[in-house]
């Protein structure tokens, strides 16, 4: 198991290196630089010398590996630089900041949508052709199609504008987790249900189910102890891949709620071509899916002792 374990971060060691570069490449090759952002139309007042100055004092004047193996030799000792639009401020701090309201929303939709799913999923199996099963159906197959910032948008006209009952946007009290919430769960609420209902119809028509229930075990035994736990491990796999979607949704949802997260700053920072920030959140979530991999894969074994013992 240790082997395994650390064969796996070697990988993911390997993973987060050939993004970072690429994510640094892309941002080379992207329009603009930061000085002239930072400086907008005062760029044009700037003589030529102090112009340079201000590129020298970044690193901007050199050649893109240079600056990507300095950035790398920085972010390997902890130092992940300062941010070019907020002067002096470090890019550490401005991360944690907006972690914080990120972790709280990603946090709750999982939950919800786990809350949700699996035991609409399950109904939906043990109760098979029934209108409740073709519920679950078309609201999984609704939730899947429907675009996340579509929901949102209509989220906001009806319940913030026409009735008034929700704020809008921004971060505060529990009305404001309301709509990114459902909105962010609302598709992965879909995935699992039709994927817990596919698993357990699965599970339901195995052999050792029939025996559990000639044995004379009740219903409630044979579904919860033998069906439910085998009907798991898709729905680990699932949930583990489903972190990166997740993640990279909260950067619609946050642009689109205004909500002090992760994915609001991120977008500010491409749009002022804050490079230092860009890389950091980037990277920051490539460690935050290889992790999530990991335990995906640590998790089968908790479920189902089989390939503990492979």
Known sequence: MYRYVIQRLLQGIIVLFLVSIAT?????????????TMLGEGATQLTQEDYDRLLQKWGLDKPWYEQYFTWLGNFVTGDFGQSMVRAGVPVHEMVLEAAWPTIQLTSLSLAFAILVALPAGMIAAIRRYSIFDS??????????????FWVGLMLIILLALYLGWLPPSGGGDWKHYIMPVFVLAINETAVLARLMRGAMLEVLGQDYIT??????LREYVVIVRHAVRNALLPIVTVVGLRMAFLLSGTVVVESIFAWPGIGQLFITSVNRSDYQVVQAIVVLFTVLVIVANIVTDLTYAIIDPRIRLN
Do not use: C, D, H, Y
């Open 211 to 216: 025996t559990a229930r000639a044995k004379g």
């Open 24 to 36: 640094f490449g892309i941002l080379q090759a992207a329009p603009g630089n930061p000085v002239e």
């Open 135 to 148: 519920g679950i159906m078309v609201w999984a197959s609704a939730g899947i199609a429907l675009p996340n």
